[in-house]
């Protein structure tokens, strides 16, 4: 079985620590990054990646082009809720879920928890 990697791409350290202690909880490797330029998905793992859409600097759709249709489906992305704009973008661009920064926060230990079952 593939390693299990945990990628948060988001300039929000302290859900970035949150997240990370989820990860390690469930054995699972976790990275950070701060910018799409840093992220790095090895082709021998299994990837969760979760998007901040607010993230400085972030073109999703050149992110989203350049990763596998694994690992799109993989993916979560969240933003707030008032950008119903870009929380479709994100969804027509193909990524396995998108939701507001509140849902996310309330079930980011259940969508850690289910990657790491699967």
């Known amino acids: 079985m593939p390693e299990q990697i945990v990628i948060h791409l988001a300039s929000d350290l302290m859900l970035g620590s949150t997240i990370r202690g989820l990860a390690e909880a ?23 990646l979760l998007i901040d859409l607010n993230c400085p600097g972030l073109d999703l759709a050149q992110l989203c082009a350049e990763l596998s249709d694994d690992v799109l489906k993989n993916v979560v992305a ?41």
């Open 26 to 48: 469930s054995r699972m490797a976790f990275m950070s990054a701060r910018s799409a330029d840093e992220v790095t998905v090895p082709e021998t793992s299994s990837v969760l």
């Open 78 to 118: 969240y933003g707030p809720h008032v950008h119903e704009d870009l929380l479709q973008t994100a969804t027509s661009l193909g990524i396995g879920q998108v939701m507001a920064r509140g849902q996310f926060s309330a079930s980011v230990g259940r969508l850690v928890s289910q990657f790491a079952q699967s």
